[in-house]
């Protein structure tokens, strides 16, 4: 099932947003290529299986009335390439832990377990405006090696059948980001500014719910049929050639 928000909020959010809608259907703002967003490690945990739902709502599986833990987001961003120009039916996947800082890969849990109300995968086909949306929760840190990873997000691209890009959200301002290896990986100002994200209250919401846009843009788009329809589906993921460990 594709969420959607009950008006009251979708009124809100549109509000909240208008400024990033209007920079990319106002004449003139987009004379200059755009910063391409970074590819970044897919990282090792994603699902190895499937969940059983894998829609853009991330907080319930299936007809589940119990919903995942955490701070619920609506996120939200557009898929372009660097002129500006949307790109349509391209398969936006994303995959993170849940509030237990667990992934949903078999082994991805961490010590307290995990929350099995979190989807922890979802997946949405762009539409004509380059446009995606889920309801998630917004990342945690968990515990990697000797350290933490900053909380972020898994976001994947895929067109034709064909991953275009695997990249990462992070929240823009957070503690752990300047001490994440991953992050610092990325050593140009102008690129890391790309992946940053705010995480803002989304206006008059009763539940305290967070808005968050990632704009995403691609240095190449896969060939598309003239009429717009599908060659393919989603890409394979990265380490999907290597052999399952036992």
């Known amino acids: 099932m594709n969420f959607q928000l009950p008006e009251w909020d979708r009124r809100d959010f549109l509000k909240w947003s208008s400024f990033s809608v209007a920079a990319f259907t106002t ?51 557009k898929v372009l390439d660097a002129k500006g120009q949307p790109l349509r039916n391209a398969f936006v996947e994303i995959w993170q832990v849940d509030q237990k800082a667990s992934y949903i890969h ?40 000797r350290g933490f990873r900053t909380p972020h997000i898994h976001v994947a691209v895929s067109k034709n059948g064909k991953r275009i890009l695997t990249t990462q959200l992070l929240i ?24 940053l994200v705010d995480f803002k209250p989304l206006p008059q919401s009763k539940l305290g719910e967070l808005a968050a846009n990632f704009d995403i843009v691609l240095g190449k788009t896969a060939e598309e049929n003239e009429d717009g329809t599908i060659k393919g589906g989603i890409g394979k ?3 999907s050639r290597r052999p399952p460990r036992k």
Do not use: C, W
């Open 172 to 195: 823009n301002g957070h503690e752990l980001n300047a001490e994440d290896g991953v992050y610092r990986q990325i050593r140009k100002p102008e690129l890391r500014k790309t992946i």
């Open 27 to 77: 004449p003139g703002l987009m004379a200059e290529e755009l910063t391409r967003t970074p590819s970044m490690t897919e990282g090792p945990f994603y699902p190895d299986k499937m969940p059983l739902d894998t829609d853009n709502d991330l907080l319930v599986i299936n007809d589940s009335i119990t919903p995942a833990v955490g701070e619920i987001t609506h996120l939200t961003g």
């Open 237 to 239: 993921s990265q380490l």
């Open 106 to 145: 078999t082994r991805g849990e961490n010590k307290d377990g995990r929350d099995g109300n979190f989807q922890g995968y979802g997946r949405f086909l762009t539409d004509s405006k380059g446009q995606y949306y889920f309801r998630t929760i917004k990342p945690v840190p968990y515990r990697a090696g």
